[in-house]
């Protein structure tokens, strides 16, 4: 199997999109892991995507903004929210790398309840807050419903410099075409498309998290290997293809 590369901007590959979105002020961090300790918590058909022998655990969080349908305009009010999500990285038997996301806290319950119903990404319904003081972004979550009600991630970082050229593990991390799902008995793949990610170096100041052991996940275990972040890029998903079984 040939397994695509790393692409860090490649052309569009939908003819058509379903879905419009901006993605603002994200940070991701990222920890190794060992690929057997992921391959369980993946859909059938898919299976760790590694570099040099490891996987990683990302934990991601940004603001959403103008999520609506095809290239029109945004949803008023639904379609803008804060978000965090615990993600995986995969490869499909045809070569395709995704991420898979083991959650996605959002601040909208309306789009929480049509995630969870059309592709059943695990969406989950959180008070969150994205705050701002010069270079300083925090970040902070408390799930409402469903799942391990309660949980919570409070993260902040320093922004840093721009990256001119991104290191192997940064374009692994984020130079990601599309996402993995289980839905309704079949593995789905959903691709989307924008322009090369605008990358920052970035300090963590102070993490206080339990979403990804909430994920089913070792908890961060010492410093993460990557943190980044990114002022945002215009992002559109073209139709879910079925992987074939």
Known sequence: MDIEPVDRAPQQRFRRAILGQRWEHLTFLHWAVAPELVAPLLPAGTRPDTLDGLSYVGLIGFRMVGLGLGTGPGV???????????????????????????SLDASRLVPVLVARATLRLPYLWSAMRLDRDGDRYTYRCRRRWP???????????RVGDPIAEPTPLEHFVTARWGLHTRAYGRTLHLPNWHPRWPLHRAELLSLDDDLVAAAGLPPPAGPPASVLYSPGVPVRFGPPVTLPE
Do not use: I, K, Q
Request: no cysteine; aromatic share 14%.
């Open 76 to 102: 008023p009010y639904f379609g803008s929210f804060a978000e965090t999500n615990v993600r995986l990285y995969s490869v499909d038997h045809t070569g395709r790398r995704a991420v898979v996301f083991r």
């Open 147 to 157: 799942g391990a009600v309660g949980a919570s991630s409070r993260m902040a970082v």
